[in-house]
Structure formats: structure tokens, C-alpha cells
């Protein structure tokens, strides 16, 4: 159950992978787009600011590049972010939810260009930011774009929507024992070499004292059960 009726966080940033995006035939499942659409819409509607970052694992990763060079490969990586912006801006205009995608890189015909400040006025205005092309730079995943985004919007909490329900001691996939962390500290991650956030992240999370929660996007309800402070998955704390 949910903390009472009032949201823990005013304003979130949902980090979406791409590939719980992707439906079983192909890049995008639209069904599930819109669902996640619904859920949004209840988080502003509950006063709750949203902003999200998309990634492109459903289409492209910069290090499926093989031999090609590594800034080309990311910035094809950008571009798939970009393509998927697009997808959920439109999908949850569709469905009734006033959303913008800004991209980091300049490709006004496609997206207004991101800045802080106009980011800051879309979602005091009700809107719902989608950023793509990660941070514009290669090198640097939409992870560490996440924690950035973050503290430059004065989000309470990084939500991390993922395909596991937490983060553990393992891979539960491979380590029948391995065992989920209700909350565990930055610290705790880099010392651990744990598959949370990457290590960029995961540092800049620390040293900018940023909140973060990963949980499972399988029941996309839960993005709105963390933002009003149910216990879900796991809390990522300094």
C-alpha cells in the first residue's frame, strides 16, 4: 500500500530502459508504452512532476559497434534514444498526457533543444519532459545522463524502471543464492561491484547525494507506488 495520499516526491526522474520498450515482435510495444502513459498521468495528477530519460538497448548500444569507432557507435546509441523519445512523446500525447521530448543534441526539426531552464518551465507547467540523446557526449551512459538530468532539475528521486525487481547481491539469473537489497548505499555498490548503476553513475549519485530506487517496470503501477513512497525494489542511498 501506499504512504498515505500524498506523493513522497514532488518532481522524479523515470529512467526507462529500452528494452523493457521493446514488445515481442518488435522495437516498441505501444500497448505497453501507453500503459506506462496511465500511470503518469495518475503521478501528475497527484501534483507530481515527471521528467524521464529513455535508453536504446531495444535498438542500439553503443558497444554492438564492433570495430567501428567508439564515438560513431555512441552517437548511434543517441540516435536510437532519440527515436524511442519520439515514440513515448507521441504515445502519451495520444493518450491524453501534454509531453515534450528535448534532445541534447540540436535537431530542431525533430525535438526542441534541452536546456535547463526550459526544462524546469515544461514541467512547472504540467508537462511531462521526455530527454533524449543521452548527454549529447559518447562515452557516458544514459545511466550517468540520468544522474546528471537529475541535478540539473532538482529531482528528488532518480526512479531506475527496470527488467529485475532490485538490485542484488548477484545475478539472480545466474546465482540461485544471490539476494535482493532492500536499500543499500552508494558505498556499498562500489565496493561491491554491484550491477546497479554504472560506475559513473553510481559516483556521481554519491557525491551529489542524489536518491535513487530500482524496481521493476513489469507492473508499470510501480513507478507510481515508489513516487508515493511504497517500499519497492530497492533504495539507493548515499
Not at 500503459?35 to 554492438?64: D, F, P, T
Not at 515514440?87 to 535537431?107: C, I, P, R, S, W
Not at 538530468?149 to 545466474?174: F, Q
Request: hydrophobic share 45%; proline share 2%.
Amino acid at each position: 500500500m501506499c504512504n498515505g495520499s500524498q506523493p513522497k516526491y514532488k518532481r522524479i526522474l523515470l529512467k526507462l530502459s529500452g528494452e523493457a520498450l521493446s514488445g515481442n515482435d518488435g522495437i516498441l510495444d505501444f500497448d505497453f508504452i501507453t500503459s506506462v502513459a496511465e500511470v503518469l498521468k495518475k503521478c501528475v495528477s497527484a501534483g507530481i512532476e515527471v521528467a524521464v530519460i529513455v535508453g536504446a538497448g531495444n535498438i542500439w548500444r553503443g558497444r554492438q559497434g564492433g570495430k567501428m569507432d567508439r564515438v560513431r557507435a555512441d552517437q548511434m546509441g543517441m540516435l536510437a534514444t532519440t527515436i524511442n523519445a519520439l515514440a513515448l512523446e507521441d504515445t502519451f500525447k495520444q493518450n491524453g498526457l501534454d509531453a515534450v521530448a528535448m534532445t541534447a543534441v540540436e535537431m530542431n526539426a525533430f525535438a526542441e533543444q534541452y536546456t535547463v531552464r526550459n526544462a524546469i518551465a515544461a514541467l512547472e507547467s504540467g508537462r511531462v519532459v521526455i530527454f533524449g540523446c543521452g548527454l549529447g557526449s559518447p562515452f557516458f551512459s544514459t545511466d550517468t545522463a540520468a544522474a546528471l538530468r537529475a541535478a540539473e532539475i532538482g529531482a528528488d528521486a532518480v526512479l531506475m524502471a527496470k527488467n529485475i525487481d532490485g538490485v542484488y547481491s548477484a545475478d539472480p539469473k545466474l546465482d540461485p543464492t544471490a539476494v535482493r537489497y532492500d536499500e543499500i548505499t552508494y558505498n556499498d555498490v562500489l565496493a561491491k561491484e554491484l550491477k546497479a548503476l554504472d560506475l559513473t553513475a553510481t559516483a556521481f549519485c554519491m557525491d551529489n547525494d542524489i536518491r535513487a530506487y530500482a524496481f521493476e517496470l513489469k507492473d508499470p503501477m510501480n513507478i507510481y507506488r515508489v513516487a508515493m513512497g511504497e517500499k519497492i525494489g530497492t533504495e539507493l542511498h548515499r
